[in-house]
C-alpha cells in the first residue's frame, strides 16, 4: 500500500528555474513531513520539513508548501542550480522520529 | 563529528549464501533504523531499535532476516539464505531523543549495496 505517492519521477529544469516536485498522502494521522535529498552511492539527507499546522516553510531557496485539507505537499527549488541535481525524496510519519514512509523519489537534473 | 557508519559498502554474494551487514550510529543516538532500499525506490522500514528492544520490526521478514544490538549501540543485519530478490541497498540511520521528550530527525549511513547473484 503506497502511502505516500509523488510526482513526478523525473524533472528537467535549467540552471535558475524553479524545480518542483509534489507528494500526497492518505493517512491522516501522519504530522511530519520531510524532504530528503540523495545523491549518488549516499545515504538520503534531510533538506527540510515541515508540520501540517503551518502551510509553507522556506529554508533558503527551498519551500514546503502544504495543503492539509487537499493531503498534499510540495518542495519548490529557486533559482535551481547543476548541484541540486539529484534524487529528492518526500516523506511522512506520525511524530518526529518514528516510521518514515517514503514516496518513489524525484530524479531532478539541472541543466547548466 | 562523524555520520552513521556502515560496513561493508558494497557486497556481492550467490543466492542461498548468508550475508551480514554492520551499522554504527552517531555517538549518542539510542534510535537506530534500518531500511531497505529497492533500485528507483523510497527507503522502507525494516526495522527501529530504542536501546537494545526492537520496537517495530514488523516489516522485517524474519524467515530470513535477523538484527540485534546487543549493548544499544552497534547493529548488525543478517540475511540467511540470501535471495535474488534482496538486492538492494540498506540503509542505517540513527536519533535521537530531544530535550522535550521528542525524537529528532533521522541520520542516514550511506548504505550498503547487495547484489545477490
Known amino acids: 500500500q503506497q502511502q505516500v505517492k509523488q510526482s513526478p519521477q523525473s524533472l528537467i529544469v535549467q540552471k535558475g528555474g524553479i524545480s518542483i516536485i509534489n507528494c500526497a498522502y492518505e493517512?491522516?494521522?501522519?504530522?511530519?513531513f520531510p524532504w530528503y535529498q540523495q545523491f549518488p552511492g549516499k545515504g538520503p539527507a534531510l533538506l527540510i520539513a515541515?508540520?501540517?499546522?503551518?502551510s509553507e516553510k522556506k529554508e533558503g531557496r527551498f519551500t514546503i508548501s502544504f495543503n492539509k485539507s487537499a493531503k498534499q505537499f510540495s518542495l519548490h527549488i529557486m533559482d535551481s542550480q547543476p548541484g541540486d541535481s539529484a534524487t529528492y525524496f518526500c516523506?511522512?510519519?506520525?511524530?518526529?522520529?518514528?516510521?518514515?514512509?517514503f514516496g518513489a523519489g524525484t530524479i531532478l537534473r539541472v541543466k547548466s | 563529528e562523524a555520520g552513521v557508519v556502515q560496513s561493508p559498502r558494497y557486497k556481492i554474494i550467490e543466492k542461498k549464501q548468508p550475508v551480514a551487514f554492520w551499522c554504527n550510529p552517531i555517538?549518542?543516538?539510542?534510535?537506530l533504523y534500518w531500511y531497505l532500499q529497492n533500485l528507483g525506490q523510497g527507503p522502507e522500514l525494516l526495522i527501529r531499535?530504542?536501546?537494545?528492544?526492537?520496537?517495530?520490526d514488523s516489516q522485517l521478514p524474519k524467515d530470513r532476516f535477523s538484527a540485534e544490538r546487543l549493548k544499544g549501540v552497534d547493529s548488525t543485519l543478517k540475511i540467511q539464505p540470501a535471495e535474488l530478490g534482496d538486492s538492494a541497498v540498506y540503509l542505517c540511520?540513527?536519533?535521537?531523543?530531544?530535550?522535550?521528550?521528542?525524537?529528532?530527525?533521522?541520520?542516514f549511513g550511506p548504505g550498503t549495496r547487495l547484489t545477490v547473484l
Open positions: 515541515i508540520r501540517p499546522d503551518v
Open positions: 531499535y530504542e536501546n537494545e528492544e526492537a520496537v517495530d
Open positions: 540511520a540513527s536519533s535521537f531523543w530531544g530535550q522535550r521528550g521528542c525524537l529528532q530527525e533521522q541520520f
Open positions: 555517538s549518542g543516538h539510542n534510535t
Open positions: 516523506a511522512a510519519s506520525k511524530g518526529y522520529g518514528n516510521k518514515l514512509v
Open positions: 493517512n491522516t494521522a501522519f504530522d511530519y
